[in-house]
Structures are given as structure tokens and as C-alpha cells.
């Protein structure tokens, strides 16, 4: 199972970007596929997550109102755009993938599958 993150670059204050997740060897029709984020001295955090069953989108409240995940089923593949992007958006983004859906959609440690992570720098 791999998981295939792409989308990330250098934008302005203002910008937007759509992250891509791609995955590859089995699908997780019965859990969640979502994206986290870490910046230079900080832990992990929750972003986004789609329950693939419900078609249910979460949202941090970091994000809420600026961003939009979304799928194709046909492509077995995540995206999360992200608009009106702010210096503190300056992360690692890590896509990731979990077999069983549950309510702790923000919990990282649930997720078995990982991506690469795509750098994003909002530059001011």
C-alpha cells in the first residue's frame, strides 16, 4: 500500500494550493483517508479528513472556512485545497490513510498509512 502526496510549492500570502493523495494497493472504502501537518518545532496536527462511506469532510477550526478536501473515487485519490493561505499554513503536509472509521478522525496514531510529506511555504 502506498500513499502519494504531491501538490506542495511556495506561495504567497493570500494563495491557494490543492494538495494530492493518491493511493495505491488497496482502498479504505470503511475508514479515512485525511491530511496532517507539522511545522518546525511542532507536533503533528489534524487538518482534514473524508470518511469515504459517509462522504463526510472534518475540519480543523485552523482550516475550517479556507479549505476543501475532496476524492475521486475513480482514482482512489484525497485532495485538499487550500485557499486564503497565511504564513502559519507553513508546514509539512502528510496525507494518510486509515482502514476503519471512527470518531477520532483527528487522532494521527489511528492512521496505519502514511505518505511522503509535501513541503508548503506561504510566504509573507
Known amino acids: 500500500v502506498q500513499l502519494q502526496a504531491s501538490g506542495g510549492g511556495l506561495v504567497q500570502l493570500g494563495g491557494s494550493l490543492t494538495l494530492s493523495c493518491a493511493a495505491s494497493?488497496?482502498?479504505?472504502?470503511?475508514?479515512?483517508m485525511g491530511w496532517f501537518r507539522q511545522a518546525p518545532g511542532l507536533e503533528r496536527e489534524f487538518v482534514a479528513a473524508?470518511?469515504?462511506?459517509?462522504?463526510?469532510?472534518y475540519y480543523a477550526d485552523s482550516v475550517k472556512g479556507r479549505s476543501t478536501i475532496f476524492r475521486d473515487n475513480a482514482k482512489n485519490t484525497v485532495y485538499l485545497q487550500m485557499n486564503s493561505l497565511k504564513p502559519e499554513d507553513t508546514a509539512v503536509y502528510y496525507c494518510?490513510?486509515?482502514?476503519?472509521?471512527?470518531?477520532?478522525?483527528?487522532?494521527?496514531?489511528?492512521?496505519?498509512?502514511w505518505g511522503q510529506g509535501t513541503q508548503v511555504t506561504v510566504s509573507s
Open positions: 494518510a490513510a486509515r482502514t476503519v472509521w471512527a470518531i477520532d478522525y483527528w487522532n494521527s496514531k489511528q492512521y496505519g498509512y
Open positions: 494497493g488497496r482502498t479504505f472504502s470503511r475508514g479515512a
Open positions: 473524508f470518511r469515504w462511506d459517509a462522504n463526510m469532510k
